[in-house]
């Protein structure tokens, strides 16, 4: 059975760090794009960042508000995704899933609709 397992996330203070993990149990992620999304109380569902497949070059992109602070990075031999934030704002704080969608030609996208497998969510506190 194809599961994503998420480790990382608690309490942050602002301007500090934090990653989030996303490991493939029972198959490999590379040729799957993988996306993190996040979801505050109150709010909808809404893309951070994605990475493509390998047959896309490992293509990434980054949600506006999160640029230059998130990085998304892929470690093939254990199967898992990163997640690594740096820079914490209040606005941070939300519930993050990472989700896994098999695709071999095109780029990831930030779409929740498009991706087929989830993980089981992380708290993610950014507060002094």
């Known amino acids: 059975q194809r599961q994503l397992v998420q480790s990382g996330g608690g309490l942050v203070q602002p301007g500090g760090s934090l990653t989030l993990s996303c490991a493939a149990s029972g198959f490999s992620l590379d040729y799957y794009a993988i996306g993190w999304f996040r979801q505050a109380p109150g709010k909808e569902r809404e893309g951070v960042s994605c990475?493509?497949?390998?047959?896309?070059?490992?293509?990434?992109y980054y949600a506006d508000r999160i640029k230059g602070r998130f990085t998304i990075s892929r470690e093939r031999a254990k199967a898992t995704v990163h997640l690594q934030m740096n820079g914490m704002e209040p606005e941070d704080t939300a519930v993050y899933y990472c989700?896994?969608?098999?695709?071999?030609?095109?780029?990831?996208?930030?779409?929740?609709?498009?991706?087929?497998?989830w993980g089981q969510g992380a708290q993610v506190t950014v507060s002094s």
């Open positions: 990475i493509s497949s390998i047959s896309v070059d490992g293509t990434t």
């Open positions: 989700a896994a969608r098999h695709l071999l030609f095109n780029e990831c996208t930030l779409s929740t609709d498009e991706y087929d497998y």
